[in-house]
């Protein structure tokens, strides 16, 4: 049986030092989320696509091509957001103790699982 939406925000969410997975259309339109209680998802999820467009342009402009996948740091933490296909978004916090390698080893793997989902 192919795994759900569901399926995959869980199994990223139960990583250590992981907050919140929120899967959102490219329109910013929340699609699932696994958070702690009192994360706003959905203006979350409205917002990454700003951040998405910025990074293609920067792309373009420097012949890297589409923006795949973004680290950012914040003083309490990261944002880590991936396309997942031409459909969809994935956005990832985590607190500063969360180990990064394995976050972005498992948002590699899990993306193309995501994307056929759509």
């Known amino acids: ?3 759900t939406i569901r399926d995959l925000t ?3 969410r139960q990583r250590p030092g992981i907050e919140a997975v929120v ?6 339109l929340l ?3 696994q958070s702690a209680p009192g994360l706003d998802a959905e203006g979350l999820a409205a917002r990454v696509p700003g951040i998405v467009a910025s990074a293609d342009e920067i792309g373009g402009t ?3 091509g589409a923006m795949r996948i973004a680290l950012i740091e914040h003083e309490n933490g990261y944002a880590v ?3 997942v ?3 969809a978004l ?3 916090l985590t607190a500063q103790t969360a180990d990064l390698g394995g976050l972005l080893y498992d948002v590699r793997r899990h993306r193309e699982s995501i994307a056929r989902l759509f």
């Open 1 to 3: 049986m192919m795994p």
């Open 10 to 12: 869980v199994a990223i």
């Open 23 to 28: 899967v959102l259309g490219r329109d910013g």
């Open 31 to 33: 699609i699932d989320s």
């Open 62 to 64: 420097t012949s890297k």
């Open 81 to 83: 957001v991936s396309s």
């Open 85 to 87: 296909g031409d459909d």
């Open 90 to 92: 994935l956005c990832v």
